[in-house]
Structure formats: structure tokens, C-alpha cells
């Protein structure tokens, strides 16, 4: 379940709620709940995919960092190292192989740059390996790093979601209509709370500090800059 929550689909063939064991009904309702809150974000990866050609749904590390040659060759049944990109600020990490039911550790590789624990914010500086990264069955298989730009929905609503790994530069975000086009842009990264100014209309946006990010109310079709 944790590993099918952060590929692009989600589906369940049998229900767990079948099974009678209540730690899987709430592993599994768990992941699917990760998966709906990070569906805008993966449908936007799926449209740049289908515009770019480049596969932003699901990057395997060495496509995203060619000239690192430790993501060279982990994906194997001696080090599992089944790692990939989910647009470009979400890192999969799932606890994936033939040994899923006996292990609960795995080593995690972090190239270059910073990294944050999706689940309790804890900061990591790469490249370095993680040598027997806990995975309990209940942790969530995701760490934000690149951009540290994601959107996800709430409730019928969306919120941005900008995680404080220190990114300039730009990104982009589809609504689900696959058209509708939004501008990111981050200027002058530090460790303190941002501006976040809503070019669209030219006023300033409310940010508020949740879940280790900085977080906004996010209109599709609007620009923002971060500074």
C-alpha cells in the first residue's frame, strides 16, 4: 500500500477492509488518504510529462542525476535501492522487494542538496547515504527535496506547500483541466519565513507554518513569486 501511494496510480484489487486486521485498514487507508492529498501534484507531473516528454511522474534517479554515479545500480534484489522522483520535489522511497514482510529498514540514498522527512521534518544534507533508514510499516515513503514546491488538496481545496530546502529558480503547476498554468518563482532562498507575493493580482498571500512547510491558499492559473 505505502509503495502503490506514491506511484502515479492507486487501486486497490481486494479490500482490506476484508481482512479483519485492523493495523492493515489503517496502513492502507493511511496511504490511500497520502495518495488523494497528493493527487494535484502528481496529475501536474503527468501533464509536464505529456508536454516534455520527460518522465516527471516517476524519474528514476540516474535520469535526474546523470553525473552522479552512486544512483548507478542500486535497483536489485542486493540493495534495493527502488528510488525515484515524483515531479521535482518529492522523492519515493518505498520499502519495495522480496523481503517487504521481514525488513523494516532499507539505505536510502540522498544526492546532493537538502532533504526533509515528510513525515517529521527531520533535515538531511546530501550526498550521503542513509545506512539502515528506519521503514516501519506505517511511514510515509517520501522525502522533499529539489524545489521543495508541492501542491495538495484539502478538503475540496488546494494549498501550496513550499518546504525551506533553499531552492532558486523556477517551476510550474497544471490545474486538472491540464491546462490552466501556474509560474513558481524563488528568489534569494533562506531559512526564515518567505514573502509569497500572488503576481497575478499583486498582493502579498497568507503563509502559515504547517507540517514543516510554509503553507498557502493556491489559486490554479495564478503566479507567485518566493522571496
Not at 506511484?7 to 492502507?28: A, I, M, R
Not at 522487494?97 to 521481514?102: A, I, L, P, Q, R
Not at 536510502?108 to 550526498?127: F, M
Not at 532562498?189 to 507540517?211: C, F
Amino acid at each position: 500500500a505505502q509503495y502503490d501511494a506514491v506511484n502515479p496510480s492507486l487501486s486497490f484489487g481486494y479490500g482490506p477492509w476484508h481482512l479483519d486486521n485492523e493495523q492493515v485498514t489503517k496502513v492502507c487507508l493511511s496511504a490511500a488518504r497520502l495518495h488523494d492529498r497528493l493527487h494535484p501534484y502528481i496529475y501536474s507531473a503527468a501533464v509536464r510529462t505529456y508536454e516534455t516528454g520527460f518522465p516527471y511522474t516517476m524519474t528514476p534517479l540516474p535520469l535526474a542525476y546523470p553525473d552522479d554515479s552512486v544512483t548507478y545500480y542500486r535497483e536489485n534484489d542486493k540493495v534495493r535501492g527502488y528510488q525515484w522522483l515524483i515531479g521535482d520535489a518529492l522523492m519515493a522511497i518505498p520499502l519495495y522487494g522480496n523481503d517487504y514482510d521481514k525488513s523494516d529498514t532499507r539505505d536510502v540514498y540522498l544526492p546532493a542538496g537538502k532533504w526533509i522527512d515528510y513525515d517529521n521534518g527531520e533535515v538531511y544534507e546530501g550526498p550521503v547515504v542513509l545506512k539502515d533508514f528506519s521503514m516501519p510499516i506505517d511511514k510515509t515513503p517520501l522525502l522533499v527535496g529539489g524545489t521543495g514546491f508541492v501542491v495538495e488538496q484539502e478538503n475540496g481545496k488546494l494549498y501550496a506547500r513550499i518546504y525551506p530546502v533553499g531552492f532558486t529558480g523556477e517551476t510550474v503547476f497544471y490545474d486538472k483541466d491540464g491546462k490552466t498554468k501556474s509560474h513558481i518563482s524563488f528568489q534569494k532562498a533562506v531559512d526564515k519565513k518567505p514573502v509569497i507575493v500572488d503576481k497575478t493580482i499583486g498582493h502579498k498571500v497568507k503563509v502559515s507554518n504547517n507540517r514543516f512547510a510554509y503553507e498557502f491558499a493556491f489559486i490554479p492559473g495564478h503566479d507567485y513569486v518566493v522571496r
